[in-house]
């Protein structure tokens, strides 16, 4: 009964009418007064109460029905619980010298990185995340299983990177520290070519009708351009999306060509490394420009996020055009969800007793001094008339947040690859029709948005490119900032350093992480070094300019924010 009441809530909840008020998308937007458009389409409380589990449940079930890419979902299951004998097993082995490391449908999710649902009442507020059907799923978040013309097709949703965990909870909107979707784009371009669909289909027992469908995403792959990250935690959608628009036509829908597919246009990020990962959404309402380097200047960056994805997934752009059209209330609602999107408190995982208050002040008079100014202006709940009245949890919270009302753009020396790396498919993607009927614009830029800060102590490693493990490093000389870290898991205490806050680095990082080689961070080359934004900490002549107890002040305000 309980799920059948949790369903009827879920469909009375999309068939609802949102009142929208459209924002202001354009170059020139600017934030309201308060600092936030946390409600973005400025929705009567009531709406707006509802709209996050509605805009949700789009993020964690992809709603774009015309994608290129759809894996036949039931031939995948009987494919992976075959035994080595199958003969699409012994072809990958033969073309790879791979074997999977999983035998069923959890374990291809895991590797990928999807993080579980939440049992049903397990978790409140800001973690409680819904069931796109009203109950438990035995799938994870991201997985995204669709009818198409009665063939089930699995895909993946917004919620594979843009869910995350910190101490053992999923928290959406967090960064997603160890996907793998970009490594399974090119495990896709490696092995599906190589394998005929009438094979497909007698290797994993495949319908015609899911024939069809894997020759369908076979054909569309030959569009889709891909490079291998770096490291786990860190996403390759930039060149991802140049390299596929490669494989297509200079013209304004990107229409597919043969000979391009075979013989793409060469582009400087087939080889530049401009890995980096992505940004939390509780981050959007403070801001009014796009992506780490701010390069989206004009538009709604979550329906620009669909025309991405969709160029790295074959997608004809004609479809996805008219796709986009006939769902404008789709791409609002989750639009409106990720910009409501809250940031989690460090009291919702420690005591507040691991707060030095009187610390905590100190940092916030360093950091107004040398941080405020980029990072916007946190006012803190201690700040307040009625303080003395507030419980221990109460006063560490930020009673306002004020961020510059139009985003700005900063050099302070960090890796330029990221920001650099804009320039070789701006044009590409700002002629398309599609991008001029959205009025999304790209322009390259020099250097990156200092991000707004809240939920920091959750959001390591630092930097666009992951490349700082925690903040004691984020605060050292760029030349003794360790060169070396493992992006781990993130289940419990032992796998984060809440004086640092971040990941344990040296002989603190757990044993058992060594083993995972791809998880293994180098800062060692163009694309992945650790240099820049250290002028608050040290001036011209390399003196520090913040005792070393000056730094844990300062970092112990930030686990405040």
């Known amino acids: 009964m309980k799920m059948l009441l949790c369903a009827l809530i879920l469909v009375?909840?999309?068939?609802m009418a949102f009142d929208w008020n459209e924002p202001d998308w354009s170059a020139n937007s600017t934030l309201p007064a308060e600092g936030s458009r946390q409600n973005l389409y400025q929705l009567p409380e009531d709406q707006f109460s509802q709209i996050q589990d509605v805009g949700y449940v789009h993020a964690l079930r992809w709603p774009v029905n015309v994608s290129g890419l759809y894996i036949p979902y039931k031939p995948l299951e009987n494919f992976l619980e075959s035994d080595s004998n199958n003969p699409i097993k012994r072809l990958i082995q033969k073309f790879g010298q791979r074997r999977l490391g999983y035998s069923d449908m959890d374990g291809l999710y895991a590797w990928l990185g999807l993080n579980k649902y939440p049992d049903?009442?397990?978790?409140?507020?800001?973690?409680?995340?819904?069931?796109?059907?009203?109950?438990?799923?035995?799938?994870?978040?991201g997985a995204s299983i669709l009818n198409l013309n009665g063939v089930q097709g699995l895909t993946f949703g917004c919620a594979g990177c843009h869910s995350g965990v910190f101490m053992g909870r999923t928290i959406m909107?967090?960064?997603?520290?160890?996907?793998?979707?970009?490594?399974?784009?090119?495990?896709a371009k490696k092995y599906v070519p190589k394998i005929p669909s009438h094979l497909f289909a007698y290797g994993t027992n495949a319908s015609e009708e899911e024939r069809k469908l894997y020759k369908y995403t076979q054909d569309n792959l030959r569009a889709v351009g891909a490079v291998m990250p770096q490291s786990l935690g860190l996403d390759t959608s930039l060149p991802h999306v140049a390299l596929s628009l490669s494989h297509r036509k200079d013209d304004e829908y990107a229409t597919k060509s043969r000979v391009l597919e075979r013989n793409p246009t060469p582009n400087k990020l087939e080889t530049m490394v401009a890995d980096s990962k992505p940004l939390p959404w509780w981050n959007l309402k403070h801001k009014t420009r796009w992506l780490s380097d701010g390069s989206i200047v004009a538009g709604n960056p979550i329906l620009t996020n669909f025309l991405w994805n969709e160029l790295g997934r074959g997608t004809d752009l004609k479809e996805l055009e008219q796709w986009m059209k006939d769902n404008q209330d789709t791409v609002r609602e989750l639009t409106a969800a990720a910009f409501a999107t809250q940031a989690p408190r460090w009291t919702d995982f420690f005591p507040a007793g691991s707060i030095d208050l009187d610390s905590a002040k100190r940092g916030q008079t360093l950091f107004k001094n040398s941080c405020q100014k980029c990072h916007g202006e946190y006012q803190k709940a201690?700040?307040?008339?009625?303080?003395?009245?507030?419980?221990?949890?109460?006063i560490l919270s930020n009673s306002k947040v004020l961020y510059p009302k139009k985003t700005e753009v900063k050099d302070v020396g960090t890796d330029p690859n990221r920001w650099m790396a804009t320039q070789y498919f701006a044009e590409r993607l700002n002629k398309l029709r599609i991008s001029k009927w959205m009025k999304t614009v790209v322009e390259p830029q020099k250097g990156y948005v200092p991000p707004p800060l809240e939920g920091i102590f959750s959001r390591y490693p630092y930097f666009h490119n992951n490349s700082i493990p925690n903040l004691c490093a984020l605060m050292e000389h760029p030349t003794r900032r360790p060169k070396f870290f493992v992006q781990g898991p993130s289940t419990d205490a032992s796998h984060y350093d809440a004086d640092c806050v971040g990941y344990p680095v040296g002989d603190k990082i757990p044993a058992s992480w060594m083993k995972e080689k791809e998880a293994h961070y180098k800062a060692n080359k163009p694309g992945l070094l650790n240099i820049g934004h250290s002028k608050a900490f040290y001036d011209e002549q390399s003196q520090p300019l913040m005792s070393e107890s000056e730094k844990r002040d300062l970092r112990m305000f930030l686990k405040t924010l």
């Not at 009375?12 to 068939?15: F, I, K, N």
């Not at 397990?122 to 799923?137: A, C, L, M, N």
Request: proline share 9%; glycine share 8%.
């Open 173 to 187: 909107g967090l960064t997603n520290k160890r996907p793998r979707a970009n490594e399974f784009f090119m495990m």
């Open 120 to 141: 049903e009442g397990s978790v409140t507020g800001i973690y409680r995340i819904p069931f796109p059907d009203g109950f438990k799923p035995k799938y994870r978040m």
């Open 382 to 394: 201690w700040d307040l008339p009625n303080a003395s009245e507030l419980s221990e949890v109460e």
């Open 12 to 15: 009375t909840q999309s068939a």
